[in-house]
């Protein structure tokens, strides 16, 4: 399964006090083995956060009704299971 992870850098300079610098996807056997992983990486650097998400979910195409896989971070007016997708 593979596994997207967002690396946050801590910036005061910024409104949340975080800012993205990197989006990495890797594919692990278990949540678990992604965790460890996110874990070892704040490890080495103390200032990181790390957000794990799957990188594909299923969604349900609004005017098929199949099921479909598409990555977690896509728009949603881009999406086949929106309406927005459809109407323009």
Excluded: H
């Excluded at 300079?13 to 990495?24: A, D, E, H, P, Q």
């Excluded at 996110?38 to 956060?49: F, G, R, T, V």
């Excluded at 609004?62 to 109407?87: A, H, Q, V």
């Amino acid at each position: 399964m593979f596994y997207t992870f967002e690396v946050f850098k801590k910036d005061a300079r910024t409104k949340s006090g975080v800012r993205l610098i990197n989006k990495l996807d890797k594919e692990f056997g278990s949540a678990i083995g992604a965790e460890r992983y996110a874990q070892a990486m704040m490890d080495a650097q103390p200032s990181l956060e790390i957000e794990i998400y799957e990188t594909y979910v299923t969604k349900k195409n609004l005017m098929t009704g199949e099921e479909f896989e598409e990555r977690y971070d896509r728009p949603y007016y881009c999406s086949p299971s929106s309406e927005t997708f459809w109407c323009s």
